[in-house]
């Protein structure tokens, strides 16, 4: 393509004109879109915004407070025996002494020392044992 | 809402809890698996050194392996004696007895480990080494093991009681308040609340029988099962205190 023809080419695309549907379709499109309301700004309104948001927030947290029950305590006031934080609290306390972790401590420390002693005392080396002692060590660490 | 808290508490408790126990024992048994990776490590080298060179770091490695095991050890003791001291309030004095000698056992086991550091630290060689920990052994697989595992048996004993005391004062403020109680559900489930009191009183009750029963550490009977089914009991009883709160609020007046 030569540069003259190039030139001409690109005076032609001047005259290039919308094709009328399309011309009156776009403008009663732009005329027809919601108008942005002037109020908007307006300070009273900015106010109802405000306020309208902290209602929002107000109402999750009555309907957060009383799912809770902080609000409307289900636990009544007058049994306080039966005060259900302390129940749970109580028996988690008794829950966590069955799992007996004490005993069972003792009881695999014993033997793990006592491999531990072997490997001081043998001449030859034993990597087994310690591949042992650590798998121990992190099931211990695992299920404590 | 709660509910989910609760239930995120419960979890939190039952991950941590049983790791408290043994807390300041893990780093001690985490040296003594270093040292003895590092021991393994020498005995395996085969490079440069020469032998006299070989066999003298394999004396330090064998002597720090030792040391850990004695530091692990004392820590052993140091945490049961600890919990032994703070125990009072004994069902009878034959049981004091028992919790001093424990504590006394536990502080000749304690001078012990310390004696063996000593003879450690001294400027000795491959064969008084190995001599130290075959006595250590043979001490240990002859008298602390059984001894040690009986110790930790009765401490558990006695935190039981303290779970125990609670729950029997926890039940005796219920039937204190059992009039109250009443006077705020519908006639029709009195029926219910006592059925509910009395299942919980009956099984706190069993619950410090057995408790009692493996206090007779003379019977030599199978404590941690005993143990075991006591807090079963008091488990039960608490799941009774809450259903009759439930039922407090579910039915007022």
Redesign the interface.
Known sequence: MSYDYLLEYLKSLKSINPDSDFLSRSRNLILNQPKRPAYVFHVRNQFLNVFKFSLAIGLSLIMFLSLSGKLFPKNNIFVASLNNKNLIKESLKADINIQLAEVKYYKETSAQVTWALSEIINNENNAAITRLLKEKARENDENP | ??RI??AI??LF??VI???V??KS??PA??D??ES??Q??AI??SENYLSSDEKANIEVEA?KT??NK?LE??IE?VKNLKDKLEQFDDFSSEEIGLLNQNHINALSDYESYYESIRQQVNQNIGLSE??DL??K??SW??NN??KK??KI??F??VF??QE?LK??EN?LN??L??SK??KS?VKTTKWGEVDKLLEVAEKLIKEAKKINNDAQNFSLDLET?SL??KA??N??EA??G??T??KL??NNPR
């Open positions: 809402m709660m808290l609760n508490f419960i408790l039952l809890g049983p790791t126990h043994a024992l893990k048994l985490n003594v698996i003895l990776e021991l393994i005995k395996n064998r392996a030792l095991i692990l050890s052993e080494v190995v920990a075959r250590l052994k240990r697989e602390y093991h040690i595992n930790a048996s401490v558990l935190q039981n779970t609670t729950a926890r403020k219920i204190r308040d109250a109680i705020l941690e143990i075991k807090t079963q008091i488990i608490y799941q205190f809450i009759l709160g407090v609020n």
